[in-house]
């Protein structure tokens, strides 16, 4: 997705960069506060990186994974990145799940991507069912988590979305003004808007120039996701996959969906839903009528279809 200016605002300040393999993007309206909303963004993808890598060997994930099987006390950051995980895992009834990392690390992605895309493709190791969230344990008492023998988890875009909202929030605290924010295309968005509210771009690349984008919304609370199967990809073997996995199968998801682009209340609810919907496949219109979330979804074969309230597409 792409931000552009709101109608009638001057000009928007936005300051990008690489990192957590995405570009990290915010936008303000005082070109002198852009560069101290850049320094708030970084640290708060630092930290999230830091406590929710499965990719770093200093991350806490990975003192989790070191230690499965036996209960271990975490961070205030790790333990609401995994508390945010399992509510959506519950809210979506299992189809966003926690539980996948060994299911996509089997599928190759068991790397940083730029990694994983620039060796020889080895094939797809076993898949099969994943655990399930259920049986990751958390203990609110003493912040401590659980994870059975073998378990391995991916926060994925759960924590990436978290990310977001918590830049967005701090950085209007402490500019005291709105902000905009966007980690690959999950935008989260905080304090006063433009007016018009801030206009998103709606396309498969977040970093598609405006002018080519499919369609422009404007938000001017909570966050808005999109979610594709044809970004972060790469090869198994003789197959090209992707990173949406569905639990029941340990496999990539098969692009009934191509793209699906949600609202909600905060980037992590708009994410659950557009992440649920591309594993729901066929039966996504129908469940997302229970949601609320207003979403606009494109099929395999490029037909456009939008649901609760998405803004009908000018006709081009």
Not at 101 to 127: E, F, H
Not at 225 to 233: D, I, N, Q
Request: negative net charge; proline residues 3%.
């Amino acid at each position: 997705m792409t931000c552009t200016a709101g109608t009638g605002e001057r000009t928007l300040i936005s300051r990008s960069f690489r990192a957590i393999g995405t570009t990290a993007t915010v936008v303000v309206r005082d070109v002198a506060v852009a560069d101290l909303a850049e320094r708030t963004l970084a640290g708060e993808v630092e930290a999230i990186d830091l406590a929710c890598s499965r990719f770093r060997a200093d991350s806490e994930l990975q003192v989790v994974h070191d230690h499965a099987g036996r209960t271990v006390k975490v961070g205030a950051l790790l333990f609401e990145a995994l508390d945010v995980a399992l509510r959506v895992a519950e809210h979506t009834g299992g189809a966003v799940d926690p539980t996948i990392g060994n299911a996509i690390a089997a599928l190759g992605y068991d790397a940083d991507l730029g990694t994983v895309t620039s060796r020889p493709a080895p094939p797809a190791r076993a898949l099969g069912t994943v655990a399930g969230y259920a049986h990751v344990q958390l203990n609110h008492r003493d912040r401590s988590v659980r994870i059975p023998h073998g378990v391995r988890l991916d926060l994925g875009s759960t924590a990436k979305a978290l990310a977001a909202d918590r830049a967005a929030a701090r950085i209007a605290e402490t500019i005291r003004d709105g902000a905009l924010v966007s980690l690959g295309g999950d935008v989260a968005v905080a304090g006063p808007a433009p007016a018009g509210g801030w206009a998103i771009g709606i396309a498969c690349e977040s970093s598609t120039p405006a002018a080519h984008v499919d369609q422009v919304v404007a938000i001017t609370h909570g966050g808005l996701a999109s979610s594709a199967t044809s970004v972060r990809t790469w090869s198994a073997g003789d197959r090209h996959v992707h990173h949406i996995v569905d639990p029941r199968t340990g496999d990539c998801v098969e692009p009934y969906w191509v793209m699906v682009s949600a609202t909600g209340s905060s980037c992590v609810e708009a994410n659950a839903v557009s992440t649920a919907a591309i594993v729901w496949g066929e039966q996504a219109l129908q469940k997302l009528c229970g949601f609320g979330q207003s979403a606009r979804l494109v099929r395999f074969d490029g037909e456009v279809l939008s649901v609760n309230g998405w803004p009908q597409e000018e006709v081009r």
